[in-house]
Structure formats: C-alpha cells, structure tokens
C-alpha cells in the first residue's frame, strides 16, 4: 500500500488537495452565518414591474412619509409628456423575518389612470398603516442589500455560488449573508423586466424613531 501510494502521490495530491480546499472554503463560508443570530425584523419592498401592453398613460411612486409608506400614479399631462417605461405597475411585499418568506399586500389603482390630471393619491390599505424606519440596518444590525457581480470562479466559484450571473438579494450582518430567495415567492409576472426598492423595517409603534 505505501509503495502504491509513493508511485501515484502525485494523481492522490491532484484529488485530496482540491477536496480539502473545497472543505476549506466551504467552512470558512458557513461560519460567519453560523454563528450569527437570524433576521429578527420585518421590512417593506415596493418591486416595480415594467409595462408589457399599450403604451401606458401613467407611472407609479411610492415613498416613505411621516414613517409610513404613501404611493401616488403621476398621470400624462399631455401627449408629449414622458411616461417612465419601467414603472407602471408594482407590488409591495413584506419580508417575514420568523418563516423567511414574503407576502404581497393589495391595493387600491384607480379607474382613470388614462385621463390627464394630476397625481392621485393611491389607497394603500394594511400597508400604509405600517410603522416604518428608513434607517440603512435593522435594530438587530442587519441591512437589505443586493449581492456584489461574481463572475467567473470555475468550480469553486460554481459550488459558492462565485460564477453566477445573478445578483442575489441578501441580508447582511458583518461578514454573515442571509440570501433571500424573491423569486419564489413572487408572481410569474415579475420574473423578469423589475426594480426592487427598499421601503423601510416595519417596527412596533413603541419601537418606532
């Protein structure tokens, strides 16, 4: 056996050592996640949608307001007005820190989006009523944030996610990345062709700046 494994040292080397690098980094990237406590704290996305039919005659806005979400459809004023091609449709999503997942609110578009006018106000229902805080990281030290490109990366890359093309939302504590899987929980109709906006931690009203 010690004679065999003198005579193909170099063919076991080619094999055990990429294995304990593959190891290697594969602990050194679970650790920081391991020893960092979950998201705690809810937050509000607003995905915006792109147009797939007639030329649209208006454009959605939401924003955060006195701590609370507001949403608007700024409408054509007249023909030559340009309308923003990536906006005219949207969701608003909660984020739910105890089970991972998202959940979409329902709200109210008006019926005369195609008449020049003046912005109406959106009736946001549950979702407005929200408590929110704009802060850049949660009370528990997290923040919302889209992954860096990673390109390349041959097998390594492939196995730790390095050689991917797209760009993973995370939350993120320190050096401890939590991705977080949108298109799982979204409708077909935002697969492709979205802007994801960040609203705000959604806070108990005693917790709230």
């Known amino acids: ?111 005369n989006l195609n008449e020049p006018g003046e912005p109406l106000i959106l009736e946001l229902g549950l979702a407005g009523t929200l408590a929110l805080d704009k802060r850049r990281q949660s009370p528990d030290g997290f923040s919302f944030q889209r992954e860096q490109y990673r390109g390349g990366g041959g097998l390594l890359g492939s196995i730790f996610g390095m050689g991917r093309y797209e760009r993973p939302y995370v939350l993120r504590k320190g050096n401890a990345d939590f991705e977080l899987d949108l298109d799982l929980f979204l409708p077909d109709d935002f697969e492709y062709c979205r802007e994801v906006s960040f609203m705000g931690w959604i806070m108990d009203e005693e917790e709230s700046p």
């Open 1 to 111: 056996m010690k004679e065999w494994i003198q005579r193909n040292l170099v063919l076991i080397s080619g094999i055990v050592l990429p294995m304990l690098l593959v190891a290697g980094f594969f602990i050194l990237n679970q650790v920081p996640r391991a020893l960092t406590e979950p998201p705690q704290h809810d937050f509000l996305l607003v995905i915006y949608r792109c147009n797939s039919g007639p030329e649209a005659h208006h454009y959605l806005e939401f924003d955060v307001q006195e701590g609370h979400l507001t949403g608007r459809a700024v409408r054509r004023k007249d023909e030559n007005s340009r309308i923003p091609w990536n906006r005219q449709r949207a969701g608003i999503f909660r984020y739910n820190a105890s089970d991972n997942t998202f959940s979409e609110f329902v709200y109210e578009i008006p019926n």
